[in-house]
Every structure is written in structure tokens, then in C-alpha cells.
């Protein structure tokens, strides 16, 4: 069965995404979409005070919550899934992820800030379609600033 990962960072963006896989309007059906999100590491001054216990449960608690909407619309639509936490920084581990899963796609949503915005602080959708060995599929909001 295809793999497909969908990162997502818990916006209305990456509803969008998911919104797009169960519509069928670009993948054929019979696939498995790996629910990802990647919680940022903490630095280690937060480590020399908090317990590794405490930061795994805040990264846990920061990924359900970020995959919750898109988990609701894939099992909505009985499209297969599966969930999964990650921390580090966010493009590795996605292209990571996908590479691991042989996956055949990674969907994403894309806030679509502007390539200024981005050159500045970066993009974690453009760095993923810069260094994913296969092809990203990046949803866009509609122009009224609702996810399409």
C-alpha cells in the first residue's frame, strides 16, 4: 500500500491539506497517510531545569493537539492513518520521516506568507520541497484567508 505523509503544524493550513488527500482530487485511493507533526527540541538550558519527562510530555501534548484536526478529517472520510510525534527540526524530520516510510508523496499546507517573508525567516514547506527525495504536494490557502 502507497504511504503518504501529511505534516502538520495544527493551522487551519494543514486542515486544508488533509481536506485535499480525502477529497481524492490528485491521489488515487489505497494509501496510508502518515499524521506527522515535528515539536521544535528544547534548548538545553530548558533541559538543566526541566526533567525529560516533563519536555517528552510537552512534546507529546504539542503533537496531539497539532494532529487532532487533521486526524478528524482523515477518519471522517475512513482514510487509513497512522500518527506520529516527532521533535527536532521540523524539514529534516519530515523529509526523514518520508524517506523511512518510502513514502510517495509528503502533503503540506502552506501559509503562503510570501517569498520576502519567508527569505527572511524561512519556510519550512520550501525546505522540505528543497530536500524531499520524492514529490511534495503544497496546499495553499484561498485568497479570502481561508484554507482552500
Known amino acids: 500500500m502507497p504511504q503518504i505523509v ?7 493550513f494543514s486542515d486544508a491539506a488533509a481536506r485535499f488527500i480525502v477529497d481524492g482530487k490528485l491521489l488515487q485511493p ?11 527540541d528544547v534548548t538545553g538550558q530548558v ?14 501534548e504539542a503533537s496531539a493537539k497539532a494532529m ?11 482514510t487509513p492513518y497512522e ?12 523529509v526523514s520521516y518520508a524517506k523511512s516510510v518510502n513514502a510517495g508523496a509528503i502533503v503540506m499546507g502552506t501559509h503562503g506568507r510570501g517569498s ?8 519550512v514547506a520550501g525546505r522540505v520541497l528543497a530536500q524531499a527525495e520524492c514529490p511534495v504536494v503544497m496546499v495553499k490557502a484561498e485568497k479570502t484567508g481561508k484554507p482552500a
Open 6 to 12: 501529511l505534516a502538520t503544524d495544527g493551522s487551519p
Open 30 to 40: 489505497g494509501f496510508t497517510v502518515h499524521v506527522i507533526h515535528v515539536a521544535p
Open 47 to 60: 533541559r538543566a531545569f526541566v526533567s525529560k519527562e516533563t519536555i517528552d510530555a510537552w512534546h507529546e
Open 68 to 78: 487532532a484536526s487533521v486526524c478528524e478529517i482523515l477518519a471522517a472520510a475512513n
Open 83 to 94: 500518527r506520529h510525534a516527532l521533535h527536532g527540526f521540523p524539514p529534516e524530520k519530515i
Open 116 to 123: 520576502f517573508f519567508d527569505a527572511v525567516i524561512g519556510s
